[in-house]
């Protein structure tokens, strides 16, 4: 019940959504691409990674010092169906913007 709940109040803010939508649009990103992307800083964009992930959506996998978030595969049919729902929603994506690609990471 409890990781239902978090799933829940997870999908329950406009941010979360449109991070689960972008990361469902581009593949895994480098938190420092979601910060340049989303024009986001890096605590709160942590802050809303961190919920997203006790949630069950995204999932982390850390190369060196970096890490790349992306939505998790497999995903249970409550998580697959909602994540569905979010991309008939009229949400203006904005473009990725790598960094990490270039070597400008700051994170």
């Known amino acids: 019940?409890?990781?239902f709940l978090k799933s829940?109040?997870?999908l329950n803010d406009e941010t979360r959504v449109?991070?689960?939508r972008f990361l469902d649009e581009h593949g895994a990103c480098c938190v420092c691409d979601l910060q340049n992307s989303l024009d986001m800083i890096q605590s709160r964009l942590s802050r809303h990674?961190?919920?997203?992930k006790?949630?069950?959506f995204i999932r982390v996998d850390r190369k060196g010092t970096w890490a790349y978030y992306s939505v998790r595969s497999p995903l249970d049919k409550f998580r697959s169906e909602a994540i569905q729902e979010i991309k008939?929603?009229?949400i203006e994506?904005?473009?990725l913007k790598k960094v990490s690609d270039i070597g400008a990471c700051k994170v």
């Open 49 to 52: 990674l961190k919920i997203l």
């Open 8 to 10: 829940i109040a997870a």
């Open 88 to 90: 008939y929603l009229e």
């Open 54 to 56: 006790e949630a069950g």
């Open 93 to 95: 994506l904005p473009k």
């Open 1 to 3: 019940m409890e990781v």
């Open 18 to 20: 449109l991070i689960l």
